[in-house]
Every structure is written in structure tokens, then in C-alpha cells.
């Protein structure tokens, strides 16, 4: 692994927190950042249809494992010719308990050129080949990655009309598709005699004419497909950002304004209070209400009895405003932190107020005067902030800050990663 695979990963990781979606684009630049490798041609096909034969055919050495049977189970290299050439197990979906991501490996991650191998003895493609040559040859679209189709063991057909029968079969189910009809038993028995003819017969030297053009594209495909999975991840962090953007936004204004709505209605509560008791706190001369009763006075309507009782109804009903606003604003209990034991005591009208007003002076200068208006305004706004929906809305704004935080450092190393992929 040189250094600048070392790099990768953890700017990957940054990118991956926020898009996981892009777990194989990634994986696939990764390939992609090994700058000087060799062109990676891999085969793709069902099993026992003859893949790891033509990779020896058309490499003019028998490297990998060939049989009558299912014999590639796993990933095997050769480097020949200044490639690398990449043996894979066939995709068989009716061969049980074996999965597909050694050869899902292969096509997807790693290779930059696929041959398609189809036995011609089978005739037409099944469902799953059909379903996966259409995806390669979208991929090809898209990536510039290329798919050739090789119908193999030709020799395996009784003649030439029976091969055009198979062969339009397949186009039919495939469109536009190119063939490349081999035989990799002729070709070794053309090797092998020297039989010109045979070796001509055999497609193999077409097909590797064929392939040298095709690898000599790599670079350029290359080029196009880092640039292309840059470009889209880079768009879909900047999509995810710009929403990301638009929610805090619209949090923090509704933060603010839901803080701007409680204050102004404190305010005009505050107000309102004042002025209803003003008549009761104006009072000149003596207060009855601070008449003491004498026993005699027990079961009599007294004037400090009356003073006093105006007094606590004025109170109560200034209770009464502010209770009905911060209800409305979702203000009532004391946050779990400084409840106590009983529950009665654990509300914020409490908290701030006390539990009762008894003298006309306390409520002159808890109601009517700057300097206790505006201790009531701090301590409600106080306990507004602490209240359920206000903690809940400042922990989704703090959710969304970090989110905001995340696509950052995503773009930074996707940046990063581009600049260092050369790309
Ligand atoms: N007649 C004929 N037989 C072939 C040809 N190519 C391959 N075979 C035979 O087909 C069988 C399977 O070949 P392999 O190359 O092992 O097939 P494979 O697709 O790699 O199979 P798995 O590794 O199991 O996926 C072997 O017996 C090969 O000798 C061909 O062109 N003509
Ligand atoms: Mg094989």
C-alpha cells in the first residue's frame, strides 16, 4: 500500500459518515488511486462456461485452474503483458451457499475491462446473465468501463447455422450487442500443430487484437470515471449541505421568534397586571391591611380582614394572567433537575414567585416597579429556556449544527481525496 492509500481511508470515513450510499464509489476510487496500476481485465459469466480457459488462451499460459466442473472459487492474478489479468467465480444464483462477492469483487471494484463469457452450448442467456449484461453495459455508459461479450466453445456447435441461431438469440435479447465468437480448444490445437486456420478459427487472435485497443482506453477511462464519482459525490454533499443549511435555518428562526412571542406576551401580561393593581397599591395614609385583628375579631368582618382579602384576591388574580401565558408556552413544571419531593411546589409560578403575597408593599414592588418587573421577565424567560419543547428544539439545532459540521469535514476530505487521486 503506498502513502497515499494510507490518507485515504480516514478522509473516506469522513465522507462515508455523511453519504454511506457511496460506500462502493469509494471503495472504487480507492482502485482508482493506485495511479500506476496495471489495467485490470477480469472475466464474468456463469460457471464451467469456459472463463478461466480463455484468460489462459489469451494470455498463451495455463496460469489458472481449469475444469469440468465448478473450479474458481475464489479471486486469483497474474500479471502477463503488462496487465493484470483476474480469474473469478462464476455467478450462478442456482449453486447454493455460495456467494457472489469474490466476482462481484471482480466486475465491479476492480475491473477496468470485463469479458463477458457466454458457452454457446447453452443457447440463449438466462434471466440473471440478461439482467447483469444490461447492467454492464449501462455501467459502460456511464463509467466508460468496458463489457466485451465472448460466446465461448463454439466448437461445441454442430455448425455454423446453428451458431447464427444462437448468436441472434442472444441479439435479440441483448440489442446492439457485439459478439466474439472463440474456441479455446482450437486455439490450443492451432498452437499446438501450428495450424494457422485453426488459430485464425479460433477467434482468439481477433480477440486479442480487440483487447489491446480496448486497454489502450484505460487511462482515458480512468481519467473520466474518477472525475465522474468525484463530481457526483461532491453534488450529492453539496445537496445534503444546502438542506442542511435550510433546516437550521428555519430552527434558529423558529427559535427566535417562539422566544420573541413569549417575551412580548410577558411583557403585555406584565403590563396589564400592573395597571389592574394599581388602585390596590396606590393606597395613601394607613394600610388596614395592616390593622391587627384582636381575639374579638375572630368571627368579624374587620377592615384589615377586607384590606387583606383584596390584597390576596388581587394576587391570585395577577397569578391567574401569568400562569394562563406560560401554559400557553409550554412553561409549567420545573425542569427534573430542581424538582423536590413535593410535587405541589415543583412549578415555575412557585420557583419565581414564592408561595404567596400577603402585604400590599410586596406586591408594589414585585408588580409595579422596574426593578422587580424586570426580575420576574429574567426569571421566566429563564424557566422558559428550560422547558421541555425549548430543550427539545435547542437539541435539534445542536443536532443539526453537528450535521452541518460532518458535511463540512466531508467536503473537505472529499477535496482532499480528489487533489490527491489527481483527479
Ligand atoms: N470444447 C470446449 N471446451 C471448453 C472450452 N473452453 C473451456 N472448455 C471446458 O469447459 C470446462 C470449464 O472450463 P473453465 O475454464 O474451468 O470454466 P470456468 O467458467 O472458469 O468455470 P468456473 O471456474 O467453475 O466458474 C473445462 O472442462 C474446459 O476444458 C472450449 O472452447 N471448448
Ligand atoms: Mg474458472
Same mark, same amino acid.
Given at each position: 500500500?503506498?502513502?497515499?492509500?494510507? &490518507?485515504?481511508?480516514?478522509?473516506?470515513?469522513?465522507?462515508?459518515?455523511?453519504?454511506?450510499?457511496?460506500?462502493?464509489?469509494?471503495?472504487?476510487?480507492?482502485?482508482?488511486?493506485?495511479?500506476?496500476?496495471?489495467?485490470?481485465?477480469?472475466?464474468?459469466?456463469?460457471?464451467?462456461?469456459?472463463?478461466?480457459?480463455?484468460?489462459?488462451?489469451?494470455?498463451?499460459?495455463?496460469?489458472?485452474?481449469?475444469?469440468?466442473?465448478?473450479?474458481?472459487?475464489?479471486?486469483?492474478?497474474?500479471?502477463?503483458?503488462?496487465?493484470?489479468?483476474?480469474?473469478?467465480? /462464476?455467478?450462478?444464483?442456482?449453486?447454493?451457499?455460495?456467494?457472489?462477492?469474490?466476482?462481484?469483487?471482480?466486475?465491479?471494484?476492480?475491473?477496468?475491462?470485463?469479458?463477458?463469457?457466454?458457452?454457446?452450448?447453452?443457447?440463449?442467456?438466462?434471466?440473471?446473465?440478461?439482467?447483469?449484461?444490461?447492467?454492464?453495459?449501462?455501467?459502460?455508459?456511464?463509467?466508460?468501463?468496458?463489457?466485451?461479450?465472448?460466446?465461448?466453445?463454439?466448437?461445441?456447435?454442430?455448425?455454423?447455422?446453428? &451458431?447464427?441461431?444462437? %448468436?441472434?438469440?442472444?441479439?435479440?435479447?441483448?440489442?446492439?450487442?457485439?459478439?466474439?465468437?472463440? %474456441?479455446?480448444?482450437?486455439?490450443?490445437?492451432?498452437?499446438?500443430?501450428?495450424?494457422?486456420?485453426?488459430?485464425?478459427?479460433? /477467434?482468439?487472435?481477433?480477440?486479442?487484437?480487440?483487447?489491446?485497443?480496448?486497454?489502450?482506453?484505460?487511462?482515458?477511462?480512468?481519467?473520466?470515471?474518477?472525475?465522474?464519482?468525484?463530481?457526483?459525490?461532491?453534488?450529492?454533499?453539496?445537496?445534503?449541505?444546502?438542506?442542511?443549511?435550510?433546516?437550521? &435555518?428555519?430552527?434558529?428562526?423558529?427559535?427566535?421568534?417562539?422566544?420573541?412571542?413569549?417575551?412580548?406576551?410577558?411583557?403585555?401580561?406584565?403590563?396589564?397586571?400592573?395597571?389592574?393593581?394599581?388602585?390596590?397599591?396606590?393606597?395613601?395614609?394607613?394600610?388596614?391591611?395592616?390593622?391587627?385583628?384582636?381575639?374579638?375579631?375572630?368571627?368579624?368582618?374587620?377592615?384589615?380582614?377586607?384590606?387583606?382579602?383584596?390584597?390576596?384576591?388581587?394576587?391570585?388574580?395577577?397569578?391567574?394572567?401569568?400562569?394562563?401565558?406560560?401554559?400557553?408556552?409550554?412553561?409549567?413544571?420545573?425542569?427534573?433537575?430542581?424538582?423536590?419531593?413535593?410535587?405541589?411546589?415543583?412549578?415555575?409560578?412557585?420557583?419565581?414567585? /414564592?408561595?404567596?403575597?400577603?402585604?400590599?408593599?410586596?406586591?408594589?414592588?414585585?408588580?409595579?416597579?422596574?426593578?422587580?418587573?424586570?426580575? &420576574?421577565?429574567? %426569571?421566566?424567560?429563564?424557566?422558559?429556556?428550560?422547558?421541555?419543547?425549548?430543550?427539545?428544539?435547542?437539541?435539534?439545532?445542536?443536532?443539526?449544527?453537528?450535521?452541518?459540521?460532518?458535511?463540512?469535514?466531508?467536503?473537505?476530505?472529499?477535496?482532499?481525496?480528489?487533489?490527491?487521486? /489527481?483527479?
Amino acid at each position: 500500500m503506498n502513502p497515499q492509500q494510507d &490518507l485515504f481511508d480516514p478522509l473516506a470515513r469522513e465522507v462515508l459518515a455523511v453519504a454511506p450510499g457511496r460506500a462502493h464509489d469509494l471503495a472504487r476510487l480507492r482502485v482508482l488511486a493506485r495511479t500506476q496500476a496495471a489495467p485490470t481485465i477480469t472475466v464474468v459469466g456463469k460457471y464451467n462456461h469456459g472463463k478461466s480457459r480463455l484468460l489462459n488462451e489469451l494470455m498463451g499460459r495455463d496460469v489458472f485452474a481449469v475444469a469440468d466442473r465448478r473450479e474458481t472459487v475464489t479471486l486469483s492474478e497474474h500479471h502477463h503483458a503488462e496487465l493484470r489479468w483476474l480469474d473469478a467465480p /462464476g455467478l450462478d444464483a442456482d449453486v447454493a451457499l455460495q456467494d457472489d462477492s469474490h466476482a462481484q469483487e471482480a466486475t465491479w471494484l476492480q475491473a477496468d475491462v470485463r469479458l463477458f463469457v457466454h458457452a454457446a452450448k447453452e443457447g440463449e442467456l438466462d434471466a440473471a446473465e440478461t439482467h447483469l449484461l444490461q447492467a454492464l453495459r449501462q455501467d459502460q455508459q456511464r463509467t466508460r468501463r468496458q463489457t466485451l461479450f465472448v460466446l465461448t466453445q463454439v466448437d461445441q456447435m454442430s455448425d455454423d447455422e446453428q &451458431l447464427a441461431k444462437v %448468436s441472434a438469440a442472444i441479439q435479440t435479447q441483448a440489442p446492439g450487442l457485439r459478439l466474439h465468437p472463440v %474456441s479455446s480448444t482450437r486455439h490450443r490445437s492451432g498452437v499446438e500443430g501450428g495450424k494457422s486456420l485453426l488459430l485464425q478459427r479460433s /477467434g482468439i487472435p481477433a480477440l486479442q487484437a480487440l483487447l489491446r485497443e480496448v486497454v489502450e482506453q484505460v487511462p482515458a477511462a480512468r481519467e473520466h470515471e474518477r472525475g465522474l464519482l468525484f463530481t457526483e459525490i461532491g453534488q450529492q454533499l453539496q445537496h445534503q449541505q444546502a438542506a442542511v443549511e435550510a433546516t437550521l &435555518l428555519a430552527l434558529r428562526q423558529r427559535q427566535q421568534q417562539q422566544r420573541h412571542d413569549f417575551e412580548q406576551g410577558l411583557q403585555a401580561v406584565l403590563k396589564k397586571v400592573h395597571q389592574d393593581l394599581l388602585p390596590i397599591v396606590e393606597l395613601q395614609g394607613d394600610d388596614p391591611a395592616l390593622l391587627p385583628d384582636s381575639a374579638s375579631d375572630e368571627f368579624r368582618l374587620t377592615a384589615g380582614k377586607r384590606e387583606r382579602a383584596r390584597i390576596h384576591v388581587a394576587y391570585s388574580r395577577a397569578c391567574i394572567a401569568i400562569r394562563a401565558h406560560l401554559i400557553q408556552h409550554g412553561v409549567e413544571g420545573l425542569p427534573a433537575s430542581q424538582r423536590t419531593s413535593v410535587a405541589s411546589l415543583d412549578t415555575v409560578m412557585v420557583a419565581v414567585l /414564592g408561595v404567596s403575597i400577603k402585604y400590599r408593599a410586596d406586591l408594589r414592588r414585585q408588580f409595579c416597579e422596574p426593578a422587580g418587573q424586570a426580575q &420576574l421577565m429574567a %426569571s421566566f424567560l429563564h424557566y422558559y429556556e428550560l422547558s421541555e419543547d425549548r430543550q427539545a428544539l435547542q437539541q435539534q439545532i445542536l443536532r443539526s449544527e453537528a450535521e452541518r459540521h460532518a458535511h463540512e469535514r466531508a467536503l473537505r476530505a472529499l477535496a482532499r481525496l480528489r487533489e490527491g487521486a /489527481g483527479a
